[in-house]
C-alpha cells in the first residue's frame, strides 16, 4: 500500500481488505502486550487528532458522494438529511481537531502537556467509534454506487428508500448487535464530536499543562520480573498438572462408563436377535394362519357356488314344477268349462223334458210328484182306458211353473242391478274423437303401417342381439386366450408387497370379478333372446301393460327342447293363402280335443 500511495496508484477501487486485517492485528498485539507500555502523551494526542480528522474527512466525502447519487428534489427525505448532518459533523470534528493542534507543539517534540488515565483511554476509544461511523458510510457509499450502475436508463439516481435501506445493512454489518440505524452513526459523531471539544477546550484553559513536578516509578528491575513471570508460569504448570490428573480421573470414569455402555449395547444385541427370531416366528405362524384361512375361503367359495348351483337348479325344478302346475290348471279350467257346458246340456234336457205334459218345468218338482205321474201314466198303459190328472194336480202344477217364471225373473232383475252397479263403479274410458278425416282412413293401410313398424321394430332387435352375440364370442375367447397368472418376477421371497394390488388375491379376485361379469352379461344376453323367440312364436308370448313375457307352455317346451325327438308332423291346411306365419282356427268338441290329445299321447 505504500508503494501504491508513492506511486500515486491507491484510489477507490483499490480494496483495504488486507490492510484492515493488518490494523486489527497491530490492536491484538498492542493489547496484549504493550498494554502497560508507558505512552507520550502529547505525541499520543497528536496522532489520535490526525487520525480523528481523517475519519472525518472520510465519512464526509462518502456522505457527499451518497448525496451526490440521489435524486434531485430529495432534501426533504431522511436520507437527505441524514447525510447533511453527518456533513456537518464531520466539519465540526475537523474544527475542533484544529483547536487542539494549535495548543500542540508544531515541530514535533514532546510539550508540556499531561492528563490523566482517563482522559487517555477516552482518547483511544474515539478512534473506534468514529472509525465504524467511517466503515459504515464507506459501506454504504459502494452500494449506492452498485445501485446505480444497475439502474435502468431514464432513472435519476438511486432511490431514497433504497439507500435508507442500504444504511440500515451497513450498520447491521459493522456495528452487529448494538446497531440502531442511522443513530449509531450519529451517535458515534456526535460522542466524538463531544470528546473532542470537551479536549479542546481543556487544552485551551490550560487543564492539561505539565507543571514539572517529576512522576513516581515503581518499575522493579528486569531480573525481578522475570522471576515473577517463572514463579507465575509455575503456579499456572502445578495448576495444569491438578486439571491432567483430574482429567484422568474422568477418562478413567469414562472408560467404565463406556464398558457399561458396551456391555448395554451387547444385551441390547442379544435382545434385538431375539425379538426378530420372535418376529420371523411370528411371520412364519401368520403365513400358515394366512395360507389355512386361505383354504378356508376357497372351500367355503367352492361350497358356495355347490350350493349356488344346487339351489339354481332346485329353483329350475321349482319352476318346471309350478308351469307343470299351471298347464294342469289350464287342463282343468277346460274340464270345468265342458262340466259346466255338460250340465248346462242337462239342465237344458231337463227343462225340455218339462215342457211336457204330466212332468215338473223345473227341479222344484218333487220325487213324489214324479213318482205319482209314472204311477198314473203305468195305470194308464195298463188299464188301455183314457186318465184325466186331477184338477188338484194340474193346479198344483201350474202353480209351481208360476212360482218358476217368477223366481227366475227376480234372479235375472238381482243380477242385471248387480252387474249395473259393478259396471257403475268402473272407472271411465277415455275415448278420443277421431275428425272426419281420420274416421274416413283406410283402415287397411293403417294395419299395413303398424306392421311394417313392429317388423322394422324386430329386425332392429334380432340384430342387436345379433352384434351383442358376437361381441360376447370374441370377448370369450379373448379371455380364455389371454389368460394370464400372477407376475412374481419383481418379488423377493418372504417379503409383504408394497400395495395390495400386487398380492396374488387381488390378481385372483380381479380375474374372478371378470368372469362374474362375464357370466352376467350372457344370462342378460340369453333373457333376450328367450324373449325375442318368444315374441316371434305366435302364441308363445304373454303381452302385459309393461312388456311381453314368454307364456309356460313355450318356456316349458324350450326348456325340454333337448330331452324330446320329433317323432311326426302334423300339418292343418286351412285359409290365409298359404302365408307363413298365418293363423288357423278349429272349431272343436272337448271330446275330439281328448281322443286327440290320447292320440298324439300314444
Same mark, same amino acid.
Given at each position: 500500500?505504500?508503494?501504491?500511495?508513492?506511486?500515486?496508484?491507491?484510489?477507490?477501487?483499490?480494496?483495504?481488505e488486507?490492510?484492515?486485517?493488518?490494523?486489527?492485528?497491530? +490492536?491484538?498485539?498492542?493489547?496484549?502486550?504493550?498494554?502497560?507500555?508507558?505512552?507520550?502523551?502529547?505525541?499520543?494526542?497528536?496522532?489520535?487528532?490526525?487520525?480523528?480528522?481523517?475519519?472525518a474527512?472520510?465519512?464526509?466525502?462518502?456522505?457527499?458522494?451518497?448525496?451526490? =447519487?440521489?435524486?434531485?428534489?430529495?432534501?426533504?427525505?431522511?436520507?437527505? $438529511?441524514?447525510?447533511?448532518? $453527518?456533513?456537518? *459533523?464531520?466539519?465540526?470534528?475537523?474544527?475542533?481537531?484544529?483547536?487542539?493542534?494549535?495548543?500542540?507543539?508544531?515541530?514535533?517534540?514532546?510539550?508540556?502537556?499531561?492528563?490523566?488515565?482517563?482522559?487517555?483511554?477516552?482518547?483511544?476509544?474515539?478512534?473506534?467509534?468514529?472509525a465504524?461511523?467511517?466503515?459504515?458510510?464507506r459501506?454504504?457509499?459502494?452500494?449506492?454506487?452498485?445501485?446505480a450502475?444497475?439502474?435502468?436508463?431514464?432513472?435519476?439516481? @438511486?432511490? *431514497?428508500?433504497?439507500?435508507?435501506?442500504?444504511?440500515?445493512?451497513?450498520?447491521?454489518i459493522?456495528?452487529?448487535s448494538?446497531?440502531?440505524?442511522?443513530?449509531?452513526?450519529?451517535?458515534?459523531?456526535?460522542?466524538? =464530536?463531544?470528546?473532542l471539544?470537551?479536549?479542546?477546550?481543556?487544552?485551551?484553559?490550560?487543564?492539561?499543562?505539565?507543571?514539572? &513536578?517529576?512522576?513516581?516509578?515503581?518499575?522493579?528491575?528486569?531480573?525481578?520480573?522475570?522471576?515473577?513471570?517463572?514463579?507465575?508460569?509455575?503456579?499456572?504448570?502445578?495448576?495444569?498438572?491438578?486439571?491432567?490428573?483430574?482429567?484422568?480421573?474422568?477418562?478413567?470414569?469414562?472408560?467404565l462408563?463406556?464398558?457399561?455402555?458396551?456391555?448395554e449395547?451387547?444385551?441390547?444385541?442379544?435382545?434385538?436377535?431375539?425379538?426378530?427370531?420372535?418376529?420371523?416366528n411370528?411371520?412364519?405362524?401368520?403365513?400358515?394362519?394366512?395360507?389355512?384361512? +386361505?383354504r378356508?375361503?376357497?372351500?367355503?367359495?367352492?361350497?358356495?357356488k355347490?350350493?349356488?348351483?344346487?339351489?339354481?337348479?332346485?329353483?329350475?325344478?321349482?319352476?318346471?314344477?309350478?308351469?307343470?302346475?299351471?298347464?294342469?290348471?289350464?287342463?282343468?279350467?277346460?274340464?270345468?268349462?265342458?262340466?259346466?257346458?255338460?250340465?248346462?246340456?242337462?239342465?237344458?234336457?231337463?227343462?225340455?223334458? %218339462?215342457?211336457l205334459?204330466?212332468?215338473?218345468?223345473?227341479?222344484?218338482? &218333487?220325487?213324489?210328484?214324479?213318482?205319482?205321474? /209314472?204311477a *198314473?201314466s203305468g195305470?194308464?198303459?195298463?188299464?188301455g182306458?183314457?186318465?184325466?190328472d /186331477?184338477? %188338484?194336480?194340474?193346479?198344483?202344477?201350474?202353480d209351481?211353473?208360476?212360482?218358476?217364471?217368477?223366481?227366475?225373473?227376480?234372479?235375472? @232383475?238381482?243380477?242385471?242391478?248387480?252387474?249395473?252397479?259393478?259396471l257403475?263403479?268402473?272407472?271411465?274410458? %277415455?275415448?278420443c274423437?277421431?275428425?272426419?278425416?281420420?274416421?274416413?282412413?283406410?283402415?287397411?293401410?293403417?294395419e299395413?303401417?303398424?306392421?311394417?313398424?313392429?317388423?322394422?321394430?324386430?329386425?332392429?332387435?334380432?340384430?342387436?342381439?345379433?352384434?351383442?352375440?358376437?361381441?360376447?364370442?370374441?370377448?370369450?375367447?379373448?379371455?380364455?386366450?389371454?389368460?394370464?397368472?400372477?407376475?412374481?418376477?419383481?418379488?423377493?421371497?418372504?417379503?409383504?408387497?408394497?400395495?395390495t394390488t400386487?398380492?396374488? +388375491?387381488?390378481?385372483?379376485?380381479?380375474?374372478?370379478?371378470?368372469l362374474?361379469?362375464?357370466?352376467?352379461?350372457?344370462?342378460? $344376453?340369453?333373457?333376450?333372446?328367450?324373449?325375442?323367440?318368444?315374441?316371434?312364436?305366435?302364441g308363445?308370448?304373454v303381452?302385459?301393460?309393461?312388456?311381453?313375457?314368454?307364456?309356460?307352455?313355450?318356456s316349458? %317346451?324350450?326348456?325340454?327342447?333337448?330331452?324330446?325327438?320329433?317323432?311326426? +308332423?302334423?300339418?292343418?291346411?286351412?285359409?290365409?293363402?298359404?302365408?307363413?306365419?298365418?293363423?288357423?282356427?278349429?272349431?272343436?268338441?272337448?271330446?275330439?280335443?281328448?281322443q286327440l290329445?290320447?292320440?298324439?299321447?300314444c
Amino acid at each position: 500500500y505504500v508503494e501504491m500511495l508513492r506511486k500515486d496508484q491507491l484510489d477507490e477501487n483499490i480494496g483495504l481488505e488486507l490492510l484492515e486485517k493488518i490494523v486489527s492485528s497491530v +490492536q491484538f498485539l498492542q493489547g496484549a502486550h504493550l498494554q502497560s507500555a508507558k505512552l507520550e502523551q502529547p505525541l499520543l494526542l497528536t496522532h489520535l487528532s490526525k487520525a480523528v480528522a481523517a475519519a472525518a474527512d472520510v465519512a464526509s466525502t462518502e456522505a457527499t458522494r451518497i448525496r451526490a =447519487l440521489m435524486p434531485a428534489g430529495s432534501e426533504g427525505h431522511e436520507a437527505a $438529511v441524514f447525510t447533511s448532518t $453527518v456533513v456537518s *459533523c464531520s466539519s465540526e470534528i475537523n474544527n475542533a481537531v484544529k483547536r487542539i493542534k494549535r495548543r500542540l507543539p508544531q515541530d514535533g517534540s514532546a510539550g508540556p502537556i499531561s492528563f490523566s488515565v482517563e482522559v487517555q483511554q477516552l482518547l483511544l476509544d474515539m478512534v473506534p467509534n468514529i472509525a465504524h461511523a467511517a466503515t459504515a458510510l464507506r459501506q454504504v457509499a459502494r452500494s449506492c454506487m452498485q445501485q446505480a450502475g444497475l439502474a435502468i436508463e431514464g432513472t435519476e439516481g @438511486v432511490q *431514497c428508500s433504497k439507500v435508507q435501506e442500504l444504511i440500515h445493512e451497513a450498520t447491521d454489518i459493522v456495528y452487529g448487535s448494538e446497531d440502531q440505524g442511522p443513530d449509531s452513526i450519529k451517535s458515534s459523531l456526535s460522542t466524538t =464530536l463531544e470528546h473532542l471539544t470537551t479536549i479542546a477546550t481543556s487544552l485551551e484553559k490550560g487543564e492539561y499543562d505539565y507543571d514539572g &513536578t517529576p512522576h513516581e516509578t515503581n518499575d522493579a528491575p528486569p531480573i525481578v520480573q522475570r522471576a515473577q513471570r517463572i514463579k507465575a508460569e509455575l503456579k499456572d504448570s502445578e495448576h495444569i498438572k491438578y486439571k491432567l490428573e483430574s482429567r484422568d480421573q474422568d477418562l478413567r470414569d469414562l472408560r467404565l462408563l463406556m464398558k457399561q455402555k458396551n456391555e448395554e449395547l451387547s444385551e441390547m444385541m442379544v435382545r434385538r436377535d431375539l425379538a426378530e427370531k420372535k418376529l420371523l416366528n411370528a411371520t412364519k405362524d401368520a403365513d400358515s394362519t394366512i395360507e389355512k384361512l +386361505q383354504r378356508k375361503v376357497d372351500d367355503t367359495m367352492m361350497l358356495l357356488k355347490r350350493k349356488e348351483k344346487e339351489y339354481e337348479e332346485t329353483m329350475d325344478h321349482l319352476q318346471s314344477d309350478i308351469e307343470s302346475l299351471e298347464s294342469e290348471k289350464g287342463e282343468l279350467r277346460e274340464k270345468l268349462k265342458v262340466i259346466k257346458k255338460r250340465s248346462l246340456y242337462d239342465s237344458m234336457d231337463e227343462k225340455t223334458a %218339462a215342457s211336457l205334459p204330466g212332468l215338473s218345468p223345473s227341479g222344484a218338482l &218333487t220325487s213324489s210328484m214324479l213318482s205319482t205321474a /209314472s204311477a *198314473c201314466s203305468g195305470m194308464a198303459g195298463g188299464g188301455g182306458g183314457t186318465v184325466h190328472d /186331477s184338477p %188338484a194336480l194340474v193346479q198344483q202344477i201350474q202353480d209351481l211353473r208360476i212360482a218358476l217364471r217368477a223366481a227366475t225373473a227376480a234372479a235375472t @232383475v238381482a243380477k242385471s242391478n248387480k252387474m249395473q252397479e259393478q259396471l257403475a263403479h268402473l272407472p271411465p274410458i %277415455a275415448v278420443c274423437r277421431l275428425s272426419s278425416g281420420e274416421e274416413k282412413r283406410d283402415l287397411g293401410k293403417e294395419e299395413g303401417a303398424g306392421e311394417a313398424s313392429h317388423s322394422k321394430q324386430v329386425t332392429d332387435s334380432l340384430n342387436s342381439l345379433t352384434q351383442q352375440t358376437a361381441k360376447l364370442k370374441k370377448e370369450l375367447q379373448s379371455v380364455i386366450s389371454n389368460s394370464s397368472v400372477v407376475d412374481l418376477s419383481k418379488r423377493k421371497a418372504g417379503t409383504t408387497p408394497a400395495t395390495t394390488t400386487l398380492t396374488p +388375491q387381488y390378481h385372483m379376485q380381479r380375474q374372478r370379478n371378470t368372469l362374474l361379469a362375464f357370466h352376467r352379461t350372457v344370462a342378460i $344376453v340369453q333373457s333376450e333372446v328367450l324373449k325375442a323367440i318368444a315374441c316371434h312364436r305366435p302364441g308363445g308370448a304373454v303381452t302385459t301393460d309393461m312388456r311381453p313375457f314368454p307364456s309356460t307352455q313355450l318356456s316349458k %317346451a324350450m326348456a325340454e327342447k333337448g330331452k324330446l325327438s320329433q317323432i311326426g +308332423q302334423l300339418t292343418v291346411a286351412g285359409g290365409g293363402g298359404g302365408a307363413k306365419g298365418s293363423e288357423v282356427r278349429i272349431v272343436m268338441q272337448p271330446q275330439h280335443i281328448h281322443q286327440l290329445h290320447a292320440q298324439l299321447l300314444c
